[in-house]
C-alpha cells in the first residue's frame, strides 16, 4: 500500500495565480483532511469530508476549495494565491468502515507539499 | 469542544536521558489521545495512541504514555533518549461528537544533545 500520497511535493507561485493539491490514498478510508502547518502554530484544519461527494470546512477555509469527486481522492485548490498561503500543506485520511472501530480513530498523513508564494 | 496544550514548545535532553513531552487534554465526552511524531521534512506519523482500556499505552521506538483522566493528562515518556528522537512530537485528541476531527496541540520539538 502506498498509504496517503501527495503530489506536488513543492511549487512556487506568484500572487494571483491558481493551483491545485492532490491527494490520493489506498485504504479506502471515508475521512480526508486538509492541513496547513506554519511554524509555531501547529496544525490548522482548512476543509475535510467525510465521504465521497460531501465536503466541509474547518477552521481556516477562506482563500480555499475542495473536492471529493472520488473516494480516494481529496482536491485542495488555490483560485487566486496570495503569499498567506505559503505553507506547507499535509493531506490525511481516516475511518476504514469495513474494518470495524471507532471513526474517530488517528489520521494517516502524507508527506506534504511546500508551497511558497511570491 | 476538545482541546489540547503541549506544555513547552521547545524540550532539550541529553542523549540518554528520560524524555518527557507534557499534554493536557479538555473534553467533555470520553476522548481518544494520540501522540504523533514529524521528522524533518516528513509528514506524521503516529507514535501512540489511548482509545478505552489499559491507561498506560507503549508505543514505538521506545515511547510510551500514560491516561489519567483525574489530571487530565496524557504525558508521553521514553527513559533513554536517542540522537534519533530528535523530531517534533504533537499530542492530539479525538472525540465520537466531532466528525471524525482530531484536534492538535501546537507541537513540542524535542533536541537531543550529544
Known amino acids: 500500500n502506498a498509504g496517503v500520497t501527495q503530489t506536488p511535493k513543492f511549487r512556487v507561485l506568484k500572487t494571483g495565480q491558481s493551483m491545485t493539491l492532490l491527494c490520493a490514498q489506498d485504504?479506502?478510508?471515508?475521512?480526508m483532511y486538509w492541513y496547513r502547518q506554519d511554524p509555531g502554530m501547529g496544525l490548522r484544519l482548512i476543509h475535510y469530508s467525510v465521504g465521497e461527494g460531501t465536503t466541509a470546512k474547518g477552521e481556516v477555509p477562506d482563500g480555499y476549495n475542495v473536492s471529493r469527486l472520488k473516494k480516494q481522492n481529496f482536491l485542495l485548490g488555490l483560485e487566486s494565491a496570495a503569499p498567506s498561503q505559503t505553507s506547507v500543506y499535509f493531506c490525511a485520511s481516516s475511518y476504514d468502515r469495513t474494518s470495524g472501530g471507532a471513526a474517530y480513530n488517528e489520521q494517516f498523513f502524507g508527506p506534504g507539499t511546500r508551497l511558497t508564494v511570491l | 469542544a476538545q482541546s489540547v496544550t503541549q506544555l513547552g514548545s521547545h524540550v532539550s535532553v541529553s542523549e540518554g536521558a528520560l524524555v518527557l513531552l507534557r499534554c493536557n487534554y479538555s473534553?467533555?465526552?470520553?476522548?481518544?489521545l494520540f501522540w504523533y511524531v514529524q521528522y524533518p521534512n516528513q509528514g506524521l506519523q503516529l507514535l501512540l495512541k489511548?482509545?478505552?482500556?489499559?491507561?498506560l499505552v507503549k508505543g514505538i521506538n521506545g515511547f510510551e504514555a500514560e491516561f489519567k483522566k483525574s489530571e487530565t493528562s496524557f504525558h508521553l515518556t521514553k527513559p533513554s533518549a536517542h540522537m534519533s528522537d530528535a523530531a517534533e512530537y504533537f499530542c492530539?485528541?479525538?472525540?465520537?461528537?466531532?466528525?471524525?476531527?482530531?484536534?492538535f496541540g501546537d507541537g513540542t520539538t524535542l533536541t537531543v544533545k550529544p
Open positions: 485504504m479506502n478510508h471515508e475521512y
Open positions: 473534553s467533555s465526552v470520553p476522548p481518544y
Open positions: 489511548y482509545t478505552t482500556g489499559a491507561t
Open positions: 492530539a485528541v479525538s472525540v465520537f461528537t466531532n466528525a471524525g476531527k482530531s484536534t
